[in-house]
Antibody
Framework: QVQLKESGPGLVQPSETLSLTCTVSGFSLTSYSVSWVRQPSGKGPEWMGRMWYDGDTAYNSALKSRLSISRDTSKNQVFLKMNSLQTDDTGTYYC???????WGQGVMVTVSS | DIQMTQSPSFLSATVGDRVTINCKAS??????LNWYQQKLGEAPKRLIY???SLQTGIPSRFSGSGSGTDYTLTISSLQPEDVATYFCLQHNSGPWTFGGGTKLELK
């Protein structure tokens, strides 16, 4: 059974760095890509970036200067790091497999002092 | 980046109605268009992928069509459990982009 689960802090201070982990099971990160998608409350989703099955990465150009995605295949984990957080980065962050086939439950992140 | 314009943004319908939701891309997306249902507090659920392929386990009252820049999600007979927000997603080229969403309510 395919599962993805996001984890990370619920509250981040402005200007600090967000670190999230997506832990997957039921499939291999060397066979499937995983993307990060975020969604401000009451708004549509925004694709942030992707870790390809071969280890390559792709980023939304609007976030590229602040965003880094990496992985640890031995732990079945994909990581997101985004720096210089502001209040408009508040929202729910999801990881998803392939072209949005399977999703994690999401993690709510609030940027506030 | 490809822009996705979704309409309507809000829809009120009666149980049993035929409902259609549209997405228009700013350029040809070669049928790389998915539809999602999102209920309050939940993650999006993929209903349709690549324009017209029904995700396993999704009721057959959901269907998708389209080509080029214009795509449609149809619910053939609306059920109470279909109350949700619906999004389209293009994954043809460049960054994925989502439509703005359609909030579907019962009249």
């Amino acid at each position: 059974q395919v599962q993805l689960k996001e984890s990370g802090p619920g509250l981040v201070q402005p200007s600090e760095t967000l670190s999230l982990t997506c832990t997957v099971s039921g499939f291999s990160l060397t066979s499937y890509s995983v993307s990060w998608v975020r969604q401000p409350s009451g708004k549509g989703p925004e694709w942030m970036g992707r870790m390809w099955y071969d280890g390559d990465t792709a980023y939304n150009s609007a976030l590229k200067s602040r965003l880094s995605i990496s992985r640890d295949t031995s732990k079945n984990q994909v990581f997101l790091k985004m720096n210089s957080l502001q209040t408009d980065d508040t929202g729910t962050y999801y990881c998803t497999r392939e072209t949005g086939r399977d999703w994690g439950q999401g993690v709510m992140v609030t940027v506030s002092s | 980046d490809i822009q996705m314009t979704q309409s309507p943004s809000f829809l009120s319908a009666t149980v049993g109605d035929r409902v259609t939701i549209n997405c228009k891309a700013s350029q040809n997306i070669n049928k790389y268009l998915n539809w999602y249902q999102q209920k309050l507090g939940e993650a999006p659920k993929r209903l349709i992928y690549n324009t017209n392929s029904l995700q396993t386990g999704i009721p057959s009252r959901f269907s998708g069509s389209g080509s080029g820049t214009d795509y449609t999600l149809t619910i053939s007979s609306l059920q109470p459990e279909d109350v949700a927000t619906y999004f389209c997603l293009q994954h043809n080229s460049g960054p994925w982009t989502f439509g703005g969403g359609t909030k579907l309510e019962l009249k």
